[in-house]
Nanobody, 126 residues
Framework: VQLQASGGGSVQSGDSLRLSCAVS????????MGWFRQAPGKEREFLAA????????HYADSVKGRFTISRDNAKNTLFLQMNSLKPTDTAPYYC????????????????????WGQGTQVTVSS
């Protein structure tokens, strides 16, 4: 299984970006999917996750109301729409895949995921 994240870039505060994560090697509906980020010197931070059928999206408080996770199982692609970006959102962003039976509680921890993308850099300047 391979995950390929894309869509990062350098933007101004208040701008929007849409990240994509293309999954190959297995059908996307085999997984619970999540997004994380890891700023330099910090632990990997949970942002959002979504169940195999697109139901029950859930978010970290730091991004709730600004970020939206979605998936297109037919295209084997996961998305993260990021609005109202702030300089504190600057980090590499990672998509990850967890087993389809993973409970919601398990999606908040990096250890709950079996596969990771390579990361796409998001830089927000003030």
């Amino acid at each position: 299984v391979q995950l390929q994240a894309s869509g990062g870039g350098s933007v101004q505060s208040g701008d929007s970006l849409r990240l994509s994560c293309a999954v190959s090697g297995r059908m996307l509906n085999s997984f619970v999917m999540g997004w994380f980020r890891q700023a330099p010197g910090k632990e990997r931070e949970f942002l959002a996750a979504i169940t195999w059928d697109g139901g029950m999206p859930h978010y970290a408080d730091s991004v709730k109301g600004r970020f939206t996770i979605s998936r297109d199982n037919a295209k084997n692609t996961l998305f993260l729409q990021m609005n109202s970006l702030k300089p504190t959102d600057t980090a590499p962003y990672y998509c990850a895949a967890a087993p389809v039976y993973t409970a919601i509680a398990g999606t908040y921890r990096p250890s709950g995921y079996d596969y990771w993308g390579q990361g796409t850099q998001v830089t927000v300047s003030s």
